[in-house]
């Protein structure tokens, strides 16, 4: 069993950048590739990235490419996505999710999730 607690939304003016950070317990944590998600009002959870178990690869969706960047230390059991030059249509409730069984993009796979971080983006 994974737990996961996801911190560091806020609120930022565009242009502006967060970090968040999902912490899990459960000592297979580092087992498991582990993703960000995010879903606006009245719209689908949308896959943001993903990464693998060490870390060595990653997978951004169109929209944050070049903009955000996913990152984990396995040993503070810790995934972090940096957010940078954000803009107001990055406004959403922001979650991570773990043990994807199948595509790392599809949120229906993913068997673990926090319970989100509030990030809002102002123009």
């Known amino acids: 069993q994974v737990h996961l607690v996801e911190s560091g939304g806020g609120l930022v003016q565009a242009g502006g950048s967060l970090r968040l950070a999902?912490?899990?317990?459960?000592?297979?944590?580092?087992s498991y590739p582990t993703g960000w998600f995010r879903q606006a009002p009245g719209k689908e959870r949308e896959f943001v990235a993903v990464i693998s178990v060490s870390g060595g690869s990653t997978y951004y969706a169109d929209s944050v490419k070049g903009r955000f960047t996913i990152s984990r230390d396995n040993a503070k059991n810790t995934v972090y996505l940096q957010m940078n030059n954000l803009k107001p249509e990055d406004t959403a409730?922001?979650?991570?999710?773990?043990?994807?069984?199948?595509?790392?993009?599809?949120?229906?796979?993913?068997?673990?999730?926090?319970?989100?971080?509030?990030?809002?983006?102002?123009s």
């Open 22 to 30: 999902c912490a899990a317990s459960g000592r297979t944590f580092s």
């Open 93 to 122: 409730v922001y979650y991570c999710a773990a043990d994807p069984d199948g595509s790392w993009s599809d949120a229906s796979d993913y068997e673990y999730w926090g319970q989100g971080t509030q990030v809002t983006v102002s």
